[in-house]
């Protein structure tokens, strides 16, 4: 038996994926709090826990995310973008586009039919319309993640939320509270907003998609996904683990790495 | 240079002391008794600084400076390379210039102009005029606006500049060109000797030197790396396109990634320099020619056509390169207003191009990292290898 590892350091959760003869073993996510190689250890050891397998039977590690540099334990390093169309097309093989809501940034993918990225845009700097950005607003309404994600109802009823930005959107939000709307079509108009920054960053890379992957922690949120079906106007696949596609994409390279070197060794 | 302790024959890191302060050779020869004639943008030829006497210095930026005192003057929402670059005056770091001159190549830099001179005020200023479209015309007024120029630089100097003085100057900086393209193309044979960031630093350290300085500097360059051993290094060619990039860290970046840029058209880069002054029919008619007709700067339109694409596509063409990243500073509109026509032609030629958009400070290095390392595996087609060897796994 072979075990290979993918590791996607992200800049809120660390996830990693174990793959025993390219088949998966386990999957673990961590937070990555405020250090990333902390995160990717107490991973690493819950996995070994886990599956009982000793470090030296993990034969490759990939690792992929904001601090893939600083993962001591990888092999290799592979970018999210390429990482993420991997796994999203192993789980779903006619995928051709990849909208992926992270802690801070998101990200869309456009692949051709082999499953190769041809196009990808990326937000800069500002995390406006990201995990972090839901979580702020979640605490505005002293909600959890997931009562959050339930709260917006069908989302049919909203306000309009005319900012991303964290700082102005939560000053409309505060307005909204104080005139007496009511909190679910609140909700619903911040998920319309997340879902309409996607939009208008990558309309021309999602353009006549017939497949629509959505993954990261956002797509565990019920009301985005709605909001983005609603704006897109088809509906979007969102895999069992949203969250672990990046990491399973590297375990995935990781294991390539492993075929080529025996392929080499035994001379094919 | 002695001063900076380089041993001799070791050209690179006289390159790296003069990047390291730019000012250092400008300040001597001021305290010899030269001006020091300090200008932002390339549409008012040093050439004719040099003419007359006095020691053209471009003005740049430092990539990540803290910007506090430049934005009581200018507002936030403007060119943040203009905006720097004027917080290095404010700062007292441009404190050895003696004169000014800015041409309106955008509408960011034309204005500083009068800022700039208001507060700092220059013993000489000149602000040069360059108009937006090419027609004869506007080449007529081009010609007239380097004679006024010229005068004006003249009454600074108290004295004449004739034209042989004018074509001398050119001749250095010609061999300038000569020497900075055989660089270059020395770089596309051979990309793992000379880096990028090296190569920019030479272009950095050219225009802030006197050229025949440069010459010299360059003659000692090219039988240094000529002597060095190639790495074995399997990088992505790449081209950069883009506003303003006077800092290696980008070049960095994309070495960091996996890929190298062999060729590019920026202003600091090859658009200086490898347009050749013609100077068969006369100094003014070469110098509208290599300074406004054919210099690709997007500033300058060109009218319905493709001119500036074709010339950045045979770049891409003639240097092999796999990609092509264009790098934009938030507000620049001439390069922004190209950037989707030239994504969608050069895309249409093969050549795929990936965008980032800065604010002269390259903060988000990490994102920008992840951008160009997605688009090297992209260049690569990485993924592909994957599925045969899956297909062949299962056999």
Known sequence: ?268 | MNKCGESKGDAMSKVKAICRARDARARELRAEGKKIIGYLCYFAPPEIIAAAGMVPFRIMGRLGDDVVEANSYLEPYGCPYVRNCFEQALKGRLNFLDGLVVSHSCDMVQRIYGIWKYYQKPAYGYLFNVPHQVTPWSRQFFIRELAFFKESLEKYAGQGISEERIARAIELSNENRRLVKELYEFRSRRPSVLSGPEMLGILIAGMSIPPDEFNALLKELKMEVEGRSDVPLDRTRVLLWGSIIDDPRLYELIEECGATVVIDDTCIGSRAYFTRVDLSNGVFEGLADAYFGKFPCPRTDRGPGTGRFEYVLNLAREYRVKGVIGYTLSFCDPHKLDYPDLRDYLAGHGYPMLLIDDDYTLSHAETVKTRIEAFREMLAKGSASFQDLAGRAQL
């Not at chain 1, 505005?140 to 991303?164: H, K, Q, S, W, Y």
């Not at chain 1, 996607?198 to 909001?227: D, P």
């Not at chain 1, 079906?229 to 790495?257: H, N, S």
Request: overall charge neutral.
């Open chain 1, 1 to 268: 038996m072979e075990y290979v590892a993918g590791v996607d350091s992200g800049s809120t959760t660390t996830k990693l994926v174990v793959l025993r003869d390219g088949e998966l073993a386990g999957q673990y996510v961590v937070s990555t709090g405020a250090n990333s190689r902390r995160a990717f250890e107490k991973a690493f050891e819950r996995a070994l826990e886990h599956l009982k397998v000793h470090p030296f039977q993990i034969k490759f590690v990939v690792s992929t995310g904001y601090g893939r540099a600083g993962i001591h334990l990888a092999n290799r390093t592979v970018s999210e973008i390429t990482c993420h169309a991997r796994g999203v097309r192993w789980l779903f093989p006619s995928a051709e586009v990849i909208i992926d809501i992270g802690g801070q940034d998101f990200k869309v993918i456009r692949l051709d039919k082999g499953g190769r990225v041809v196009d990808f845009a990326m937000n800069d700097k500002c995390a406006a319309g990201t995990g972090r950005y839901l979580e702020l607003m979640g605490r505005v309404f002293e909600m959890d993640l997931e009562t959050f994600g339930r709260a917006g109802g069908t989302g049919l009823e909203a306000v309009e939320i005319a900012n991303v930005c964290t700082v102005f959107a939560e000053t409309e939000v505060i307005a909204h509270i104080s005139r007496g709307t009511e909190e679910t079509k609140i909700i619903a108009g911040i998920f319309n907003a997340v879902a309409k920054r996607v939009h208008s960053l990558a309309k021309q890379l999602i353009m006549e998609a017939r497949e629509i992957v959505f993954t990261g922690g956002v797509a565990k949120n019920a009301g985005i996904v709605g909001a983005l079906e609603r704006m897109l106007g088809q509906a979007v696949k969102v895999p069992f683990e949203p969250q672990i596609t990046g990491a399973l994409g590297a375990a995935l390279f990781a294991w390539e790495d492993i075929i080529r070197r025996s392929q080499y060794e035994s001379g094919i």
